[in-house]
């Protein structure tokens, strides 16, 4: 059974193991879109996401979910690879989410890492984000240097949708699913904390012990441009879903 408690400003569950903190994510996730059919969801990669994500084709198949009046926002994108490439997030999502549940694909956006004018995309995003009322509930994950998207240790509070350079510990981190590490892009579009602060509704998901460290500075440290993910504990409506593993250092 999942534990639940407050730390601070922050709902925590912590659960037994990944897979219950996977049962428990895509829960909320699923209770938003029955009780708002189109829901504006702020999505995201990784390694992470994938158990959560399976739960929700899950419920989608066996009829007890509707992905078709709901819109998605992805948090990041690499740059320079395109839509097929098997390390684009888009590729990622379509594999992962979209290509199983009956969700309508042309409302489901996804940075574009190709693009020649970098400026234009990410202003686009944004107020393509506005024009649809804004994110409803943003899933995120958190990198072992406290990043949330590609916000890395130093992003400002203000940051919005940018091109930004992704730290060396990132790389090395994310290089497991590439062939090696050179071929990890060292760039990449992200949304901003402010941009993700705009959710109405945020759940960040993290599982295993490497996640410890950060989970427990971006709880219970001070806010501080070293860990983006301690601003967190400045939305009014945030929820950590942990496995023991993730919770440990609380
Ligand atoms: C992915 C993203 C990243 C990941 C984070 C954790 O869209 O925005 O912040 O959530 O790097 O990644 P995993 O889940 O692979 O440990």
Known sequence: M???????????????????AAKESANIFAEAIR????LV?????????????????????EGELDFFHASTFNLDEYV??????????????????FDHVNIDKSKTYVLDGLTKDIDRTCREYEDFIK???????????IGANGHIAFNEPG???????REVV??????????????????VPRKALT?????????????????????????????????????????LKEHDDCIFVLDKDAAGGL
């Open 2 to 20: 999942a534990e639940r408690k407050r730390v601070g400003n922050i709902d925590v569950i912590i659960c037994e193991d990944e897979i219950e």
């Open 35 to 38: 009780q708002k059919p189109n």
């Open 41 to 61: 969801l702020g999505l995201a990669t990784g390694g992470t996401p994938v158990s959560m994500y399976k739960e929700l084709i899950k419920m989608n198949k």
């Open 80 to 97: 320079g690879l395109s839509p097929e490439h098997d390390q684009s997030y888009r590729y990622f999502m379509n594999t992962n989410l």
């Open 131 to 141: 024009k649809q009322g804004g994110i409803d509930v943003q899933l995120l994950g």
């Open 155 to 161: 992003s400002s509070k203000d940051s919005r949708t």
């Open 166 to 183: 992704l730290t060396e510990k990132t790389i090395k981190d994310n290089s497991r699913f590439f062939e090696d590490e050179s071929q």
């Open 191 to 231: 949304m901003g904390i402010a941009t993700i602060m705009e959710a109405r509704k945020i759940v960040l998901l993290a599982t295993g012990s490497n996640k410890k460290d950060a989970v427990k500075k971006a709880l219970q440290e001070a806010s501080s441009l070293e860990v983006p993910a301690s601003f």
